[in-house]
């Protein structure tokens, strides 16, 4: 009799183990249909007390450079920054030193070449702020070296 209460035992086991997994996947089922049905439950919401507060830097000038950028404040600035950096890096222009021959020439190969719009009365405000801003450096002979300490060469 033993074995017979032994093999029930296990049968009740078994059956509340099967009635248990039966109804984990039932839950799982009904979840993943209230999912397919309910798609946004599985989407992030951001909070609506949420603000996000981002410093104003796009039009900061210090020490006469545009922070942004990189380049000298002075006329022509905004007309610079709208037709320049839509297409190129500021670093592009301030890297670059040309006449205003130069600048108008560079202008003309990136409207033939380039893309680039027509720049209408806009162009002669930016050929000015380039021509005094960028412009060509005199380069000379460097300075005199002072207060240097020399050391003999050995052999």
């Known amino acids: 009799m033993s074995s017979e209460n032994e093999f029930k035992q296990q049968v009740r086991s078994l059956y509340q183990k099967l009635?248990?997994?039966f109804g984990l996947i039932a839950i799982a089922v009904f979840a993943f249909i209230y999912v397919a049905l309910n798609p946004s439950v599985l989407q992030n919401k951001p909070e609506e007390t949420a603000?996000?507060?981002i410093p104003e830097v796009e039009g900061k000038i210090?020490?006469?450079i545009h922070v942004?950028?990189?380049f000298i404040d002075g006329t022509g600035l905004t007309e610079v920054i709208q037709n320049c950096t839509n297409c190129h890096s500021a670093k592009l222009v301030t890297q670059n030193r040309m006449t205003k021959e130069g600048w108008v020439a560079t202008i003309r190969w990136m409207q033939e070449t380039q893309n680039l719009w027509?720049?209408?009365n806009q162009e002669e405000a930016i050929v000015n702020y380039l021509t005094t801003n960028y412009a060509p450096q005199k380069k000379g002979r460097r300075e005199v070296l002072t207060d240097i300490e020399w050391y003999p060469l050995e052999k």
């Open 19 to 21: 009635i248990a997994a």
């Open 51 to 53: 603000i996000i507060t």
């Open 62 to 64: 210090e020490n006469g």
């Open 68 to 70: 942004v950028t990189g």
């Open 118 to 120: 027509d720049l209408g």
